[in-house]
């Protein structure tokens, strides 16, 4: 069983907008983000981290639903404007990294977390789905929360967030399933 005044304790540490509990059972899975996946993203097939690479929304829900908790996590960063691609972006690996401060802190207390991240992982400069071969560190990549089918911008307006703020703010999410 997790020490929570203990975790409280290490997250309040971090630069976190925010940490939260949210119930799997209350996201939102809907094949409307699947269609923007293909139809818009230009990762659709290139990376391990997105679809159709992650399995059929069906299937990725089940394995969400298959955990009994889920700790929520964000970051805000301001920048000059968002629309400066390279800024923006360069805001994300700093997320990606408290993500997994916040996954060893889990693991410390004997809980291995399935992750949903930001965007494609780029762990590796070039996925091996582009080569016909699995993924190389199955245990370091994070599929994209989107790559699921899951809608947050509900599961946000519930708990008072948001995904945009302003055009100079970026925000990201991070979602940590876990049996505890
Ligand atoms: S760890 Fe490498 S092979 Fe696996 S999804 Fe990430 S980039 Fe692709």
Redesign the pocket.
């Known amino acids: 069983m997790i020490d929570r005044e203990k975790l409280e304790q290490s997250l309040a540490e971090l630069p976190l907008y925010v940490y939260l509990d949210i119930d799997p059972k209350r996201l939102e899975f809907s094949d409307r983000i699947r269609w923007i996946c293909q139809n818009e993203c230009p990762m659709y097939g290139k990376?391990?981290?997105c679809p159709p690479?992650v399995g059929e929304v069906p299937d990725c829900r089940a394995k969400c639903l298959s955990y009994e908790k889920c700790l929520l996590i964000g970051t805000i960063t301001e920048v000059s404007d968002t629309a400066n691609i390279s800024e923006t972006l360069a805001t994300r690996p700093p997320h990606e990294k408290l993500t997994n401060q916040v996954r060893d802190m889990l693991k410390e207390q004997g809980v291995t977390p399935y992750i949903l991240s930001t965007e494609?992982?780029?762990?590796?400069?070039?996925?091996?789905?582009l080569d016909g071969?699995?993924?190389?560190?199955?245990g370091?990549?994070h599929p994209c929360v989107e790559s699921h089918g899951i809608n947050l911008i509900p599961t946000l307006e519930e708990n008072g967030l948001d995904f945009y703020y302003s055009n100079d703010i970026v925000t990201w999410y991070s979602l940590l399933f876990y049996n505890d």
Do not use: K, N
């Open positions: 990376s391990w981290a690479g494609a992982c780029a762990v590796c400069d070039r996925c091996a789905i071969l699995p993924c190389r560190m199955p370091r990549m």
